[in-house]
């Protein structure tokens, strides 16, 4: 088979996305629009309109419309289900892993619906910082507190979680350090009595992802951080992976699996951390579906360095299918592009890597 | 009308740039490789010329010269204007904003003459540093001082400018940050005391700028900040747009315009912060006349994430017009290699798009 | 001639390498794909065998053995001589300047061995820090250490070394500041009571390169320094070179002569800095046999700025002949990418640059 082919009905494991909202909402085209960016929803839509990422969704839709002329209306229940159905199809996504700690407004939080409506697999993936926000307003103290939270971690792959998640890098950054246990309690005792539910302190982060790494190896499920590219909530300057290096140099060769996600425009230095730590993997998502005429470049340059071994699809969509559909279409094309233009590797060397980055290394990570 | 005409037919309003000097300087050809690079005069003329840059003004002057063998000798004012306008109009220039606070030597700093020499309109943008410290050498006292400083501020547009700029960058670098005014008056009898006329305290620039950005709003025109690339004085990695995460955040949504100049070589930064905070802008202005290999890459590289209605054409040219004329040049070939790869996208939004980076969006802007 | 074949045959000087080891060493196979990464041996062999690097590695030495089956098998002294001169002969290399910092292990320590082996000129470079440990080993007080050092390194040019190298960006990063000699005397004891060999106290690194730099002018000769990409020993966000603003501010106006090795992912910054300061050089070695499928991209933004009189070929090859190779090829084929697509510039002018870049300007700074 030759290899646009190959590429075009490779399986995709999308191992980092969030859920669907439902097909009735009104205002889809709104609602569609605004998931076309990373900008919230104060940004004016005419200048998200003017991004290709919004014409690509556009298009994205007419192309799977019955009606090619009306291709931005709500649809009912049935016609949403088939509607999803054949975009993952036509795409042959075949697993979805879905971070669970964002939701749209409108959001299809049964996952058992999500696989109803997609056709597809899908499992969860814990994310952290969400799950100690919930046991800090439960519990009073930082024992009971971290009892709860680790314990939680500790039997989630039990309940039916794949791997693990931190958004570090939307709350201060990505400057993970090792911390005690008495500046933790401080730190722990200093959140509970603000009054704010949203946990961003520096120290406290560092503690929990540092400390919960050890039940997160002892179940062989991956870590996920959030690195790079996001909405305008995080600080890019520290969301650089190269800050994370201390964390790395401590876990990886513990046997933590580390996964890198989106890390765009870093990922260069995504791919040199894969490049000399093991057990760390990465992907460009987000920056498929948002940012289309960089898809090509962005690949090429995040496997300028990394084994192709170390490097995951995803699409970070969320929301309607066509988010989904323009970053498995525009990645696709970029491997095509990629892997056309390699020289010094025979065509069947090219197909295992591909293979390997569109499911096989997800796979082996997340459901072995 | 196909693309590369429609580009090259589209009018130019150039947001950023400087001065011309003389025609008649003696050592033209020094001047003009002088000006094709970012060093100072101490640098060997020898590596300038072994820059691409110096070979495009070259090629730019030899272009358009009467004698072309001849062709980097001084002019009289009369030849020297008719070379002007002809450089300005073959790129079809309609408007030149200059930051008048940047004098080159022989500079012909009557702006109605720059007029008649160009042929073109011209407006002035008002650089803050420089007359900050002009209100320093006049006052006594803080109060004085920064009573007449943002009361010039405040009348600026009343006074025929068009628009505010910060050099913040030049100083100490882009983490403005709020401060109280006891620190400001401290740092500002610091200065004052210190003999150096030079403005160059972090708290005091950051006080400046962020308490000036209400009289800017009031009068509904942009502040610019100089960003990146630049000459030897700018420390590149404070320079990080990045880094100014606190001020947008704080004053973007309040209504203040904000452009963020050159941007290179973090364009994709800009642009990313273009994509998620409203009222933001930018341009990749100075590597198009002295990186000419690198403008469509940078182009390309800028948009990938930005809406097309936040970027904008500028040269930030000075001394002599083949500086403008070499800018203008490659942004127009990297604007058709750009939309010319776009297939999500009908020619018409292209058209709107091209128009909008070309002279709508810096119109709407400064000259409202 | 044409300028892909002017590029074919133009002579390589490497201003910076390593050792090659012997080619009898058993395990030959796993020694060149563990020198086909930066990653230490700890690192998946597996992985590195997911990287395009092997790949090329491989159809490397595929080309130039003998037996084309059976291609990655160990020589004998005579063989290998053969297959090593075969290699450097084909690129054209004329001249290695090792770093004799770094020895693998079976490295042919003896640079007349190195000589016959591979029929070229070979000449060492003094690495400062390593110095600066044997001499802390050998010598009881600061002054005493400092008079050995800096003794040694103001006759090094007599000695036989024609360049230095700083390993600052190994040890703690490039924020190089002047630091007075209570404070390195302090540190210096510091070091030598912790028992510890490795020299890694930031203020002592600085205090011996400031100081040591006088007499790297009086003799002429370039200071090297390791920049950005490198193995996982190296903190990659604190060895970007806009950090080493202040020594280059300091010293290359008063003719220090400084080289940044390897750079990426920061090799546009180092052109950046190159296109500003005073004898300023740069390489973006190490990508050129590691990346392959970056070189001409990495060629092309290294040079969007810098003067082609201030960037230089080199491979920061080891262990291997074919690691010299892959080099050199990827290297000369950027060359021709870049060159072929300037429109601005004679052929004539196109091949002085290329002979710079390949060896001219290296043995102006090094062989004067």
């Known amino acids: ?3 646009g082919e190959f590429i075009e009905t490779m399986p995709l494991l999308d191992h980092h996305c ?8 009104e205002k889809r085209e709104e609602r569609l629009a605004q998931v076309s960016t990373e900008a919230d929803n104060s940004y004016p839509l005419s200048d998200t309109k003017n991004r290709l990422a919004w014409w690509a969704f556009r298009a994205e839709a007419q192309y799977f419309a019955r009606d090619k002329t009306n291709f931005l209306q709500s649809m009912d229940a049935k016609e949403y289900a088939a509607y999803n159905q054949l975009i993952f199809k036509h795409y042959n ?5 879905v971070d669970t700690g964002f939701v749209p407004a ?3 939080i049964d996952l058992n619906e999500m696989k109803k409506i997609t056709g597809l697999a899908v499992k969860k993936i814990y994310r952290i910082e969400t799950h100690a926000q919930e046991w800090m307003e439960k519990e009073e103290t930082f024992t009971q507190w971290w009892r709860q939270l680790s314990q939680q971690v500790a039997h989630a792959v039990e309940d039916g979680f794949v791997g693990f998640k931190s958004i570090a890098a939307y709350r201060f950054g990505l400057r993970l350090r090792k911390v005690g246990t008495a500046e933790a309690k401080k730190a722990f005792h200093g ?3 603000s009054g704010v539910k949203r946990l961003s302190d520096p120290a406290l982060i560092s503690y929990i992802v540092w400390n919960l790494a050890p039940y997160i190896i002892a179940q062989n499920k991956p870590l996920q951080f959030h690195v790079g590219y996001g909405d305008a909530d995080t600080d ?4 650089n992976p ?7 140099q401590n876990w990886c060769p513990k046997g933590l699996k580390v996964v890198l996600l989106h890390c765009y425009p870093y990922h260069r230095e995504a791919g040199y951390l894969a490049s000399v730590f093991p057990n760390l993997f990465f992907d460009t998502s987000l920056i498929d579906p948002l940012g289309p005429s960089a898809v090509n470049r962005v690949l090429d340059e995040a496997l300028e ?23 498995a279409s525009r990645f696709k094309a970029a491997l095509l592009h990629h892997f056309a233009h390699l020289s010094e590797v025979p065509l069947e060397q090219k197909k295992v890597w591909i293979r390997k980055i569109c499911y096989q290394t997800a796979a082996e990570l997340y459901i072995n």
Chains 1, 2, 3 share one sequence.
């Not at 969030?18 to 909402?25: E, P, W, Y």
């Not at 996504?93 to 892993?97: G, N, Q």
């Not at 190269?242 to 964390?247: A, G, K, V």
């Open 1 to 3: 088979m030759e290899l």
């Open 18 to 25: 969030h859920f669907l909202i439902k097909g009735d909402v």
């Open 93 to 97: 996504f075949k697993m979805l892993l």
């Open 106 to 108: 409108d959001a299809i």
């Open 191 to 193: 959140w509970k009595n």
């Open 236 to 239: 890019l300057f520290e969301g």
């Open 242 to 248: 190269l800050l994370l290096r201390s964390f790395l």
């Open 305 to 327: 360095l990394a084994p192709y071994s170390r490097y995951l699809f995803a699409s970070d969509a969320s929301t309607y299918p066509e988010m989904y559909g323009v970053a």
